[in-house]
């Protein structure tokens, strides 16, 4: 009995339905991702930034071992439906229920969706509830479908925000029950028809949150446990606390992925980090269930970002987004470093034929690694116990496992004493960096990390050496009663 106690404390709990605090997340677009049939090349031109490249579904299958190699549990693709002209992003729809001819066809998305779930890979289909494109036949068939065209001049006037058209695209109004039904009836068919995991909920901001709690119940009935993610592009997290508690599981964390890009590219100060990770524990119902992110197709890439130093900044960079609250969301390319300044050279096609800096790869799946081992990291609290203008420690803690998190934004060395004593560390703990293996000791309540200039680490208690030898005993009388029972039978 106690062997089995002991085993399975390092076995992982099963999710709880839309609960994703153990996933990671690989983002990609489509199009810029992997070409990998050439027979749905149709108005590719990889010489037009802001054209076709051919990227498909087929690419993305190819290879989904490279981005479960990399640790990620489940993968977001922009919008697969039919677009129209230079609508290589998807977010110019004009016919929900169809793929794109540039990406495959319906079948090809069945056997997308199956074949990552067979690797154990979630999938998230970003879905558009906001707009449509400007082509489709619904702006014809269906005028009354959508508010008066009008441009939003005021960004803090909510009823522009929501009732006015972005990008000239025909703005959908969601008070209309058609409209509603409408917008539900192809989100189902996307669940029914391929088993999808979850949504990723495209500019959610400007669409009233009611439309919100009626659209994810509706879902809830279609298919329990589905989980959406919304994009609240806010930096106050008071904005996005509307949405999820009107039933968006999940935002994407704009608040802290803003902060962090100022503190690890830019050299400002943990304090401003540490201040709105507080502020968004404090304001959203469940903060845990976040997605946490660098950066994405709408901004420049980190690296474009970053003031010097750049792939150690990443690196630093990284280490925070995977050990601190929010659920780690990475857009394909970022484990190369690549770099873009805004649309659309945040968007250029991944460098399957050059990838550099595989160090920065490395890590990225080392984190995948670290995380998953540790329940304090994927849903633990956060407890700060050092803040500095360049030095930052905080704890995660999950029942009884604790990790600690220690970040060194200088050239120096870490110098600075993290005080562990309200942790429950006595003296002679040894904790261990779950990225180098470098180990440091507890000592007047307190150790100091093991950190080079700008570096990172990710420490846990080592465990007790009287555990092993006590293992390693229960086994062998295991293994001596069952080979004496097998022998008395045998007479």
């Known amino acids: 009995m106690l062997l089995v106690t002991l085993l399975a404390v390092g076995a992982p709990a099963s999710a709880a339905p839309a609960d994703w605090s153990k996933e990671s997340i690989y983002f990609l677009m489509i199009d810029r991702f992997r070409d990998a049939d050439p027979n749905n090349n149709q108005n590719v031109t990889k010489g037009d930034i802001r054209g076709w490249h051919g990227g498909d579904i087929a690419g993305v299958m190819e290879k989904l071992d490279y981005i479960k190699g990399l640790g990620f549990t489940a993968i977001w693709i922009t919008p697969h439906v039919k677009n129209t002209g230079r609508d290589y ?20 998305m069945k056997e997308f969706v199956s074949e990552a779930h067979k690797k154990g890979l979630k999938v998230i289909f970003d879905i558009v509830v906001n707009h449509t494109g400007p082509q489709s036949p619904l702006v014809t068939e269906h005028p009354d479908w959508f508010h008066p065209k009008c441009d939003i001049a005021n ?10 058209w972005i990008y000239a695209l025909p703005d ?54 589905f989980w959406l993610i919304g994009e609240v592009w806010e930096s106050g997290p008071a904005k996005l606390a509307v949405y999820q508690k009107a039933g968006v599981n999940a935002l994407l964390d704009f608040p802290i992925a803003e902060t962090a890009r100022k503190v ?14 507080k502020q968004v ?66 968007r250029v096609d991944f460098p399957w034929d050059d990838q550099k800096n595989p160090d920065v790869a490395a890590l990225v799946k080392r984190l995948n690694e670290v995380r998953k081992a540790s329940p304090a990291l994927q849903s633990g609290e956060t407890v700060d116990l050092l803040i500095e203008t360049k030095q930052y420690a905080f704890a995660r803690k999950a029942g009884d496992d604790l990790a600690i998190v220690a970040l060194n934004n200088q050239a120096d060395s870490f110098s600075s004493a993290v005080p562990v004593t309200d942790l429950g560390l006595k003296d002679g703990t040894v904790l261990v960096d779950q990225i180098s293996g ?16 700008r570096a990172g680490a990710i ?11 006590m293992l390693g005993g229960l086994i062998v009388i295991i293994v001596v009663a069952v080979t004496g029972i097998r022998r008395r039978r045998r007479r």
């Open 89 to 108: 992003h998807g977010y110019g729809a004009v016919d929900f229920k169809d793929v794109d001819p540039h990406f495959g066809d319906l079948a090809k």
């Open 155 to 164: 960004w803090s006037d909510e009823k522009q925000v929501q009732n006015c």
């Open 172 to 225: 959908f109004d969601q008070s209309k029950p058609e409209v509603r039904t409408y917008i539900l009836d192809y989100s189902k068919f996307w669940i029914d028809q391929t088993g999808v995991d979850g949504f990723r909920l495209d500019t959610v901001r400007h669409v009233p949150a009611d439309f919100f709690a009626w659209y994810s119940a509706e879902l809830q009935k279609v298919k329990p446990g």
């Open 264 to 277: 690890f590219a830019k050299d400002s100060g943990f304090a401003l980090l540490a201040g709105v990770n």
């Open 281 to 346: 524990e404090q304001t959203m119902p469940d903060p845990k269930a976040m997605g946490g992110f660098l950066d994405n197709h709408d901004m420049p890439r980190f690296m474009s970002e970053a003031k010097d130093d750049k792939i150690n900044r990443l690196k630093l960079g990284l280490t925070y987004l995977f050990g601190a609250r929010p659920i780690p969301i990475l857009y394909a390319g970022t484990e190369v470093g690549m770099e873009g300044a805004n649309d659309p050279y945040n």
């Open 438 to 453: 470098a180990k440091v000791k507890v000592a007047n309540g307190a150790f100091t990390p093991a950190l080079t200039g």
């Open 459 to 469: 420490y846990r208690v080592q465990p007790s050496s009287f555990l092993f030898p």
